[in-house]
């Protein structure tokens, strides 16, 4: 039986049309795996579907809903983290095609006590990789004080 998870807006500090991916379907102690529909309507979609570099916000928004996770089994909201950057971005299409149900799996590589994490993310269509990428985040135990201190 699969695990029920929750919405992936209740995951995320993402709200509406700016939530990407669709749900959740499966998580392990260090990763997640959600799966994202493209769809017209969509944010970012054009005629020949999602542009590449959209998979980076899909990777992004993954380690995003594995946090979102771990914080609600812990009794606290989502917290607000940030892309610090990646490393090795490759992506194998130019564009996820319309319709297309993409497979967004993170694993977590390292973990500092200071809130930087570097990922590895991987993007598969029908069990076929279509990108990868190592993504580092930033989530601040202060967000306020953190954006304060960046301007």
């Known amino acids: 039986m699969t695990p029920a998870f929750p919405p992936i807006s209740e995951l995320v500090p993402h709200q509406g049309p700016m939530v990407l991916l669709d749900r959740v379907l499966a998580e392990s102690r260090d990763g997640l795996t959600a799966e994202a529909i493209v769809r017209a ?3 970012f979609v054009r005629d020949a579907g999602w542009p590449a570099l959209v998979g980076l916000e899909l ?8 946090s979102g996770l771990r914080a609600r089994r812990a009794g606290r909201a989502p ?8 490393r090795h971005f490759d992506c194998l299409v ?3 095609p319309p319709d297309a149900r993409l497979e967004v ?6 973990d500092a006590s200071n809130g930087l994490a570097v990922f590895d993310c991987v993007i598969r269509t029908q069990g076929v990789v279509q990108a990868t990428a190592k993504v580092n985040s930033y989530e ?12």
């Open 41 to 43: 309507g969509r944010p």
């Open 59 to 66: 990777m992004a928004q993954t380690m995003a809903a594995w």
């Open 79 to 86: 917290r607000l983290g940030f892309l610090a950057g990646t």
């Open 94 to 96: 130019p564009f996820f």
């Open 105 to 110: 799996e993170i694993a977590l590589e390292f």
């Open 140 to 151: 601040p135990d202060d967000v306020s004080a953190f954006l304060e201190r960046s301007s």
